[in-house]
């Protein structure tokens, strides 16, 4: 049976001391065959060097989602000022502090 991964999880029959290499049940040149398989779907999956900096891919992914959840909050930040919050206003820096501002004032000079 081929392997499912990465689309689904991969069902691997375990043989046991008593099949033989023959067996119909558990054929043991497929059980290699499945094994490379699933081995190279996952370095596919993980690519080089997954972890970087971290021991586990597992960890790289805790600290990303860390990084991502301390950007999205303003409230901590010094150096933003928010008043009267409108519908469709933007952050918009004026020269030191971040404020809030309508998004018909902003001018961009052609940049965006």
Avoid: C
């Avoid at 497929?30 to 370095?43: F, K, P, R, T, Y």
């Avoid at 303003?74 to 952050?91: E, H, K, M, Q, Y």
Wanted: aromatic share 4%; glycine share 8%; no cysteine.
């Amino acid at each position: 049976m081929a392997i499912q991964y990465p689309n689904a999880l991969d069902v691997l029959i375990n043989p046991t001391s008593t099949d033989l290499l023959n067996s119909g049940a558990v054929p043991h040149h497929l059980q290699h065959a499945n094994l490379n398989d699933a081995v190279e779907a996952l370095q596919t999956v993980l690519g080089i060097n997954p972890a970087g900096s971290h021991l586990t891919v597992k960890d790289r992914i805790i600290n990303v989602e860390t990084l991502i959840s301390a950007q999205a909050v303003l409230n901590g930040l010094t150096d933003v000022t928010i008043s009267s919050a409108g519908s469709n206003d933007v952050l918009k820096y004026n020269g030191t502090q971040w404020v809030n501002s309508p998004e018909k004032e902003i001018t961009d000079g052609g940049n965006f």
